[in-house]
């Protein structure tokens, strides 16, 4: 027992400790640089990148590390790259991590759901704040345990250095144990060291899943004043308000908004939009998916402030539409303006580049609120409002910060401001969707289905806050919809699209209770059927 003690304080062995902990922070560090490099090579759409960096991870992670180090020791100087034997190690370990660290990264930024990253493209976020915001920020919160384990196999590797005679901790125990023949305590001094080294591993690794997990309480505010995102605190479950705040705005409802209910405001309603300039033109518009046509010669004008309910099939291209309106999506043929831009081209007709089309997209106004809500998942609900409009907009975080909690009050969700999404039901996280995509004061609000991933006791509050929308004035919605009731409401215009083609336009209630088309009659009849 004595002899243990005396070999795990011994200086020597201690000294060794040094070595391997050198090598394996350039091992990490250094395969956490090559690691990113690689993975943005593999996301990248450039073929060449992507087989360059699979043919590394074949090279790299089919060839034993101790080759590796070998290699990096004895061959390079063979070409005039000659290094000390520490640097070699940690050199080899780096180029051997970076092949897993670089598919954590992969795997980290695949994870985050597509949804999120089309919100963020609609608001207006350009690839790098796309990257920085959003995707970094929760890939980097999935990857950490991975990362723990990976830090914890790197120490251990490190003791293969001894190979090259580097003087670290294996290397030490291996002379110390021949010339004292005294292998048991020397191997059990070195083993628990070990067990040190990488329990310090794994407690860091938990204090930080601890410190990134959104469901605890913050602890470290000092600390997540610099983190990328914001921590939000869990709010227990307080009763919500009665939507009745939604209607708390200003706006008067019966004469200035689309669910006006009189005839004689409608028609009135009718003749000012009549007058009204246009702000969405879309001209001979075509789309085809794998020779599939989706969009067959569309033309649709929307004017400032009109109301339009999308309605048709499934798969009539209602979806593909509002996408290609907030270019969200390509197309073959066709034009689209917005507030007189062509959106996605520039003056002389050339395609914008990813994050000019992100400007210009936040610069022209065109919000778009999405089936699945598409709530940044790391964000509370008032950061998700008031995050794109200082990234995006430039807004100081106190105008920000005011606005959402504006908007938030207007969707009755005020009580909830600090909750993350997961913590809201449906219609809560899609009435603060709404919110964050009229925050900037977009001119055309798309709405893909807002209603249809909602239990049916939700789909009213969501209905309510598109309610109060409509009545504003001045804000032009384009909405796809299959709540037919909520159309002969609210929406000016009913624009019945089938196989790609708009085969039924007019005012909302003389479609929808004298249809023209057969097939705006047969769909119509189908769904009054379903109800
Ligand atoms: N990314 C895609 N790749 C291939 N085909 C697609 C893609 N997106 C849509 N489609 C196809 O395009 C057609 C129109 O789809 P879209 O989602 O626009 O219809 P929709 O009218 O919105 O339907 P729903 O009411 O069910 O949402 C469908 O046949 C669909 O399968």
Request: charge should be neutral.
């Amino acid at each position: 027992m004595d002899l243990f003690l005396h070999y795990l304080t011994m200086p020597y062995l201690l000294w060794g400790i040094g070595f391997t902990l050198a090598a394996t922070g350039i091992g990490l560090a250094g395969g956490a640089v090559i690691g990113l490099l690689l993975a943005a090579m593999q996301l990248s759409r450039f073929r060449p990148l992507a087989a360059f960096a699979r043919a590394y991870a074949v090279i790299f992670r089919g060839t034993p590390l101790i080759l590796q180090m070998v290699f990096f020791y004895d061959a390079l100087p063979h070409v005039g790259i000659r290094m000390p034997g520490l640097v070699a190690a940690g050199l080899a370990l780096a180029f051997n991590e970076a092949t897993f660290i670089a598919e954590m990264v992969r795997s980290g930024v695949l994870g985050v759901e597509r949804g999120q990253v089309l919100a963020g493209q609609a608001l207006g976020l350009t690839p790098r704040m796309l990257m920085r915001r959003i995707i970094a920020p929760q890939a980097l919160r999935a990857m950490l345990p991975a990362m723990g384990n990976e830090a914890v196999s790197t120490l251990k590797n490190s003791s293969l250095a001894s190979v090259i005679a580097v003087q670290e901790l294996t290397l030490r125990s291996t002379q110390l144990a021949s010339s004292t023949f005294d292998f048991f305590s020397v191997f059990f001094a070195s083993g628990l060291l070990y067990l040190v080294l990488t329990g310090g591993i794994s407690l860091v690794q938990l204090c930080l899943e601890a410190r990134f997990d959104l469901d605890r309480q913050a602890t470290l505010q000092g600390l997540a004043r610099w983190l990328p995102w914001r921590r939000a605190p869990v709010l227990a479950a307080t009763p919500a308000p009665e939507l009745s705040v939604v209607h708390d705005d200003e706006s008067p409802r019966a004469t200035t908004g689309a669910a006006a209910a009189s005839d004689a405001a409608r028609a009135e309603r009718a003749a000012v939009l009549a007058e009204a300039p246009t702000v969405v033109r879309v001209s001979g518009l075509s789309k085809t998916y794998g020779g599939q046509t989706v969009l067959a010669d569309l033309a649709l004008d929307v004017a400032v402030g009109e109301v339009v309910a999308l309605l048709g099939p499934s798969g009539s291209g209602k979806s593909t539409l509002l996408r290609c309106i907030s270019h969200l999506e390509d197309w073959d043929a066709g034009h689209i303006v917005v507030d007189g831009q062509r959106l996605g081209y520039q003056a002389g007709g050339e395609r914008m580049s990813p994050a000019d089309l992100a400007r210009e997209r936040a610069r022209v106004g065109v919000g778009m609120v999405f089936q699945q809500f598409n709530l940044f998942a790391h964000l509370s609900a008032l950061e998700n409002i008031a995050g794109p409009l200082r990234w995006v907009h430039g807004w100081t975080a106190e105008r920000a910060e005011q606005r959402a909690r504006e908007l938030l009050a207007r969707v009755g969700l005020s009580h909830r401001a600090d909750a993350l999404p997961r913590h809201l039901s449906g219609g809560q996280q899609q009435r603060v969707a709404i919110a964050r995509a009229i925050a900037p004061g977009p001119r055309v609000l798309l709405m893909d289905e807002p209603t249809s991933a909602l239990d049916p006791a939700l789909v009213n509050e969501v209905l309510e806050v598109i309610r109060s929308l409509a009545q504003d004035g001045g804000l032009a919605l384009v909405i796809s919809t299959h709540q037919l009731h909520f159309a002969a409401d609210v929406a000016d215009r009913v624009v019945f699209l089938a196989g790609g083609r708009i085969v039924e336009s007019g005012p909302a209630r003389e479609v929808l209770t004298r249809p023209q088309h057969p097939q705006t009659a047969r769909f119509l009849n189908v769904m009054a059927a379903e109800r």
